[in-house]
Nanobody
Framework: QVLLVESGGGLVQPGGSLRLSCRAPRLITSVFNQYRMGWYRQAPGKQRELVATVTYNRVTDYSDAVKGRFTISRDNSRKTVDLRMNDVRVDDTGTYYC?????????WGQGTQVTVQG
């Protein structure tokens, strides 16, 4: 079982910024590098949806809803993946989950709450 620990959620005003971090303390670096890392979110009453993903060689993908506002990055030596959220909107509110995926495994963190409110 892969342990993913998220941090950085909180309350932010519309137009503000927030940085989420996810670390995988129990993985050795070579194993961490095998995973495509990602952030997903779930708003109340809605299904979980993709926010952004990044491969070990830093190829990124974003949902249309966050493209141009959010930036995903990973540090393979530290086994972390961050999500920089700029110009946040009320509809960015939700629980944000870190994900580690390869062809055989799919792991999730416990989630961190982001609330965008004026």
């Amino acid at each position: 079982q892969v342990l993913l620990v998220e941090s950085g959620g909180g309350l932010v005003q519309p137009g503000g910024s927030l940085r989420l971090s996810c670390r995988a303390p129990r993985l050795i670096t070579s194993v961490f590098n095998q995973y495509r890392m990602g952030w997903y979110r779930q708003a109340p009453g809605k299904q979980r949806e993709l926010v952004a993903t990044v491969t070990y060689n830093r190829v990124t993908d974003y949902s249309d809803a966050v493209k141009g506002r959010f930036t995903i990055s990973r540090d393979n030596s530290r086994k972390t993946v961050d999500l920089r959220m700029n110009d946040v909107r009320v509809d960015d509110t939700g629980t944000y989950y870190c994900n580690a995926y390869d062809s055989r495994n799919d792991y999730w963190g416990q989630g961190t709450q982001v609330t965008v409110q004026g």
